[in-house]
T-cell receptor, first 112, second 114 residues
Framework: GEDVEQSLFLSVREGDSSVINCTYT??????LYWYKQEPGAGLQLLTYIFSNMDMKQDQRLTVLLNKKDKHLSLRIADTQTGDSAIYFCAESRSGGYNKLIFGAGTRLAVHP | DTEVTQTPKHLVMGMTNKKSLKCEQHMGHRAMYWYKQKAKKPPELMFV???????INESVPSRFSPECPNSSLLNLHLHALQPEDSALYLC?????????????FGQGTRLTVV
C-alpha cells in the first residue's frame, strides 16, 4: 500500500459523522474504491467513484474526489457501532487489468 | 447471487503438506483473482485469471500454483509452504479485467503454516 496512503486510526462517537481520507498516486486511475473489512472477514465493496466525478452519494456514504490533489475521502453520516471496521481505499491501476492497489487501511472505532 | 465462496475458511498445514484453496462464483464473471493479506496489512495481488487463462503472476513463488478449471472455479494449490506464508488468502472476481470493473471478494481462507 505504499502508493496509496491513509491515516491508520479514527475514533468517533456514535451518531457523529466519520471522515476517512486517502491519497493516491496514479493520476491515470479511472476508478477509486472503498472497501470495508470486519474482523476476521473478507472485503466488502462499499462504493466507488469514477475519476471524472467530484462527488458520489449513496445513502449514508459520501465520497469526495479531488483529482488535482489526488485526494479521496469517505464520509459516513450518523456513524453506528456496526460501522466499526477497517476501511481500505484502493485505486485500480491502468494497464488493462483490474489490479487493485490498497492503502494500509483506516481502523474506525465507534464508541457510545 | 453476488457471492464469492471460499473453502475452507481456516486451514492449518505443515511445511511438507500439499493442500488446495478453492474459490467459486456464479455471477458469470470472467476475471478471477487471488490476493494475499498478511496480518495488519492491506491485500496484495498474487494472480489474475481472465477467461480461464493466467494473465498476471505478481512474481509469486512456485510453491503457490493457481488453477482455473472453468469460468466459475479458481483453485490455489499449496506445496512446501513456509511459516511466513501464513496469511488470509482472498479470492475475488469481476465481470472482466478492465480497470473499471467492480471486484467482489470472498470471505477468505485463513492459512496457518506450522
Amino acid at each position: 500500500g505504499e502508493d496509496v496512503e491513509q491515516s491508520l486510526f479514527l475514533s468517533v462517537r456514535e451518531g457523529d459523522s466519520s471522515v476517512i481520507n486517502c491519497t493516491y498516486t496514479d493520476s491515470s486511475s479511472t476508478y477509486l474504491y472503498w472497501y470495508k473489512q470486519e474482523p476476521g472477514a473478507g472485503l466488502q465493496l462499499l462504493t466507488y467513484i469514477f475519476s471524472n466525478m467530484d462527488m458520489k452519494q449513496d445513502q449514508r456514504l459520501t465520497v469526495l474526489l479531488n483529482k488535482k490533489d489526488k485526494h479521496l475521502s469517505l464520509r459516513i453520516a450518523d456513524t453506528q457501532t456496526g460501522d466499526s471496521a477497517i476501511y481500505f481505499c484502493a485505486e485500480s491501476r491502468s494497464g488493462g487489468y483490474n489490479k487493485l492497489i490498497f492503502g494500509a487501511g483506516t481502523r474506525l472505532a465507534v464508541h457510545p | 447471487d453476488t457471492e464469492v465462496t471460499q473453502t475452507p475458511k481456516h486451514l492449518v498445514m505443515g511445511m511438507t503438506n500439499k493442500k488446495s484453496l478453492k474459490c467459486e462464483q456464479h455471477m458469470g464473471h470472467r476475471a478471477m483473482y487471488w490476493y494475499k493479506q498478511k496480518a495488519k496489512k492491506p491485500p496484495e495481488l498474487m494472480f489474475v485469471y481472465s477467461y480461464e487463462k493466467l494473465s498476471i503472476n505478481e512474481s509469486v513463488p512456485s510453491r503457490f500454483s493457481p488453477e482455473c478449471p472453468n469460468s466459475s472455479l479458481l483453485n490455489l494449490h499449496l506445496h512446501a509452504l513456509q511459516p511466513e506464508d501464513s496469511a488470509l488468502y482472498l479470492c475475488a472476481s469481476s465481470q472482466r479485467t478492465g480497470e473499471n470493473t467492480e471486484a467482489f471478494f470472498g470471505q477468505g481462507t485463513r492459512l496457518t503454516v506450522v
